[in-house]
């Protein structure tokens, strides 16, 4: 099928790092998106990744591995304003987007 | 980089009528979707806005019930039609620029839509 699976909900500590992960299908593959959704709010763009790799962006890096289908998203220095959802969605060849669940996070003090 | 609008932002509307949403990018881009989020739900998205062309509706969303038009290549409608307070949902408008690598996904702002 064409399953994006990432954990439903995740909790950490302010100032710690907190790793969302992110299985999806490989055929078709044609990149993977990271989103951040406040509720309430529509999705913010973190990241697009199509090659293997680690890419960073601030306080934010995004780990893909296309053989095994999949991704991480690593956030650092946490803040309390980054409990949110966390949505990871894969680009198929057909430009359709195919999304998971989000992970929510909440940010404890 | 693309900015859309979305008009209404919000609105409230009763059972059987129906809302007309219109997106605005500011550039042209590559394709355009409609997408929805109901509350406590994922994404979900409706279908893909073909310029000059019918609409490529996801499996569960029909031509009937979600009209889609996309004049040009920077504008497009979605009507909600004979609304019901199940269609109480977040509606958004996506356009993706580019393509392949340098591909990007914007959204719009949303357009939170209330059936009493």
């Known amino acids: 099928g064409q399953n994006i699976d990432q954990p439903t909900e995740m909790t950490a500590t302010e100032g710690a790092i907190v790793q969302i992960n992110c299985t999806y299908q490989?055929?078709?593959?044609?990149?993977l998106f990271w989103y951040q959704q406040h509720a309430g709010e529509a999705p913010t763009f973190l990241s697009y990744?199509?090659l293997d790799g680690l890419e960073e962006k601030g306080r934010f890096s995004s780990f893909l591995s296309r053989s095994k289908g999949y991704s991480y998203l690593l956030l650092k220095e946490l803040q309390m304003k980054d409990s949110a959802s966390y949505l990871c969605?894969?680009?198929?060849?057909?430009?359709?987007?195919?999304w998971g669940a989000g992970t929510k996070l909440i940010i404890k003090p | 980089s693309a900015v859309i609008s979305q008009k209404p932002s919000r609105d409230i509307c009763q059972r059987g009528t129906s809302l007309t949403i219109q997106c605005q990018v500011d550039?042209?881009?590559?394709?355009m979707f409609w997408y929805r989020q109901q509350p406590g739900q994922s994404l979900t998205l409706i279908a893909t806005?073909?310029?000059?062309?019918?609409?490529?509706?996801e499996s569960g969303f029909v031509i009937d019930k979600f009209p889609i038009s996309r004049p040009n290549l920077t504008f497009s409608t979605l009507t909600v039609s004979n609304m019901s307070p199940e269609d109480s949902s977040i509606y958004l408008c996506?356009?993706?620029?580019?393509?392949?690598?340098?591909?990007?996904?914007?959204f719009g702002p949303g357009t939170r839509l209330t059936v009493l």
């Open positions: 969605a894969r680009l198929d060849s057909n430009y359709q987007l195919i």
């Open positions: 550039s042209q881009v590559t394709m």
């Open positions: 990744n199509v």
């Open positions: 806005a073909n310029q000059g062309s019918e609409a490529t509706y």
């Open positions: 490989t055929s078709g593959f044609n990149g």
């Open positions: 996506s356009v993706l620029t580019g393509t392949g690598i340098g591909s990007e996904q914007f």
